[in-house]
């Protein structure tokens, strides 16, 4: 099984965001179902790929930062539904952003089902 981590920065950034795509995908490659050896991990920017092929072969995508990794998370529910897709709210979407920023505080533009964005007390 093939997934894929969104991360809207890139290495070289080494913020907490990139850590927590790095840690994330160590962590899954050791994991294996149903007698498979672990799952096929990669950590991109932006979903879809440059390369059709290796889109199609995504079954779960993991997008770090709402906010930042909207356009991907928006492009795998127009092409896929919500089937696979899991949105982990990081860093600025949790302190200020989801409570301050008019765009954080959409539910994606009415584009996804508003239960993301219902922020815990």
């Given at each position: 099984?093939?997934?894929?981590?969104?991360?809207?920065?890139?290495?070289?950034?080494?913020?907490?965001?990139?850590?927590?795509?790095?840690?994330?995908?160590?962590?899954?490659?050791?994991?294996?179902?149903?007698?498979?050896?672990?799952?096929?991990?990669?950590?991109?920017?932006?979903?879809?790929?440059?390369?059709?092929?290796?889109?199609?072969?995504?079954?779960?995508?993991?997008?770090?930062?709402?906010?930042?990794?909207?356009?991907?998370?928006?492009?795998?529910?127009?092409?896929?539904?919500?089937?696979?897709?899991?949105?982990?709210?990081?860093?600025?979407?949790?302190?200020?952003?989801?409570?301050?920023?008019?765009?954080?505080?959409?539910?994606?533009?009415?584009?996804?089902p508003s239960l993301f964005f219902?922020?815990?007390?």
């Open positions: 099984m093939k997934v894929v981590i969104i991360c809207p920065v890139s290495q070289e950034a080494n913020n907490g965001n990139w850590r927590t795509a790095l840690r994330w995908q160590r962590l899954l490659q050791a994991q294996s179902l149903d007698g498979e050896a672990g799952l096929k991990v990669r950590i991109a920017k932006q979903w879809p790929p440059e390369s059709p092929e290796e889109a199609r072969g995504d079954h779960i995508m993991i997008a770090l930062h709402a906010r930042r990794s909207f356009d991907a998370i928006k492009a795998w529910y127009e092409s896929r539904g919500s089937v696979g897709l899991i949105v982990v709210l990081t860093g600025t979407d949790i302190y200020p952003d989801i409570t301050q920023d008019p765009i954080a505080m959409q539910p994606s533009h009415g584009q996804l219902n922020p815990v007390p």
